[in-house]
């Protein structure tokens, strides 16, 4: 059973106990990233995320890394477009220890103009990283074809010219604008109590300010092309469309649909350009959900000499999906898709960021067992008319090692 409560400051506390392990996993989560910021400063985020972790609460990063190893635990951290995250996997007894490092990292890092130099270099060097894997870089090319000009378009990791633009005057704004109590979800699965749980979130964050939850501009799927040359054997290619946000109605049905499409080995992408024809090693298609909107792609890396007639296979299955899915499509998708959520859950991470998601995007504990009824709810004309609508609209085309071009 899940557990939640407020303290007076409006930070969340929420907790799945699972008295069967002997850990846990806490986690602090934010409904912010990249889409929150300002155009010169694309990368922040990301940066801070790293940030935090070079000193906090009166400790150097080797003293916060040799702390949780102390005791066998991990200390990580995350950062999309919406969502941000800092989470622990400990032994039950430290859980104090996790909680009391989520709060120095958030509340009291140290930002030293020496460390940020220091780790710009790090973010550059793993942005070289993205940069130099063809499959990476053309889903940032897609981001942006798809949502140009808009934040929610640009790359999480920013740029050289942007991340060079960043002080330690912006990391402190970030702070204090993106991360107050009343906008966190603390929280923790395993071995636990969630009245201690509690205790702990009050000595170590009952002092911050409430806040204002942080807004962007509304995102809006415009679509276009982006193309980067690349020598090589193989060409990364990516189809987009609009899809349902985050809550929409059609939400389950967009990916159920994207399961049918490249969801797996039986999928009819995998089927068609692997197996019938021997175009791609990689295929895949999936459903992204962001807040106020959201996208529907199908991938595949193919010969350079292919990629033209990889583009045409895809949209023709794609139409064909949309046109003649079938009852036992659905039900292998949506098996595949129940498997995948509880499979998920057998961990006290994923036990903790599923309840992190579902309060940061609904508001609200759900079971995981509603989350099945709606996706046994799920009918086959829905699937197939959340697939039409998506195919008729605009498309966002993005490709690395091959120059190809939207359909007229």
């Not at 557990?3 to 409006?10: E, R």
């Not at 089927?271 to 999936?286: C, F, H, K, P, T």
């Not at 350079?304 to 064909?320: F, N």
């Not at 039900?331 to 599923?354: D, F, I, P, T, V």
Request: glycine share 8%; hydrophobic share 45%; with cysteine.
């Amino acid at each position: 059973m899940m557990h939640c409560s407020t303290l007076a400051n409006g930070l969340c506390v929420a907790s799945r106990p699972m008295q069967s392990v002997e850990t846990v996993a806490v986690g602090l989560y934010a409904p912010t990233g990249s889409r929150f910021e300002a155009a010169g400063k694309n990368g922040l985020a990301h940066l801070f995320e790293h940030m935090v972790f070079k000193g906090a609460g009166g400790r150097s990063a080797r003293q916060i890394s040799e702390l949780i190893e102390d005791v066998g635990g991990d200390l990580n951290a995350s950062t999309d477009r919406e969502i941000t995250g800092f989470y622990a996997s400990l032994l039950a007894p430290d859980l104090k220890l996790g909680v009391d490092l989520l709060a120095d990292l958030i509340r009291r890092p140290h930002f030293e103009a020496a460390h940020l130099d220091l780790e710009k270099k790090v973010v550059l060097q793993e942005l070289a990283e993205t940069r130099d894997t063809a499959g990476d870089i053309v889903f940032d090319l897609l981001q942006e074809a798809a949502f140009p000009d808009q934040p929610i378009g640009r790359s999480v990791l920013g740029s050289a010219d942007s991340l060079a633009a960043i002080r330690v005057d912006d990391l402190h704004a970030w702070q204090n604008e993106q991360f107050a109590a009343s906008n966190l979800v603390l929280v923790a699965a395993g071995k636990l109590e969630h009245a201690r749980l509690v205790d702990l979130a009050e000595a170590a964050f009952g002092s911050m300010p409430s806040g204002a939850r942080p807004a962007s501009p509304p995102a809006r799927f415009v679509g276009g092309q982006r193309f980067e040359r690349r020598r090589g054997v193989q060409a990364h290619l990516a189809i987009a469309m609009a899809a349902p946000a985050w809550g929409d109605g059609d939400a389950y049905a967009a990916q159920l649909f994207a399961d049918v499409a490249g969801g797996g080995s039986s999928s009819h992408l995998f089927q068609r350009l692997r197996e019938d024809n021997g175009l791609a090693y990689s295929v895949s298609a999936a459903a992204m959900p962001f807040a106020d909107c959201g996208l529907f792609y199908a991938y595949a890396a193919v010969d350079r000499g292919e990629a033209g007639r990889a583009q045409d296979e895809i949209e023709a299955v794609l139409a064909e999906c949309a046109r003649e899915l079938s009852q036992r499509d659905l039900e292998r998708a949506r098996a595949m898709a129940k498997a995948g959520m509880m499979m998920s859950l057998e961990s006290c991470w994923g036990q903790a960021y599923y309840v992190a998601t579902r309060l940061l995007r609904e508001g609200a504990l759900i079971e995981p067992t509603e989350i099945v009824a709606r996706l046994d709810a799920i009918t086959l004309d829905q699937v197939r008319a959340v697939g039409t609508r998506m195919l008729a609209g605009p498309r966002a085309l993005s490709s690395v090692g091959a120059k190809l071009a939207l359909a007229a």
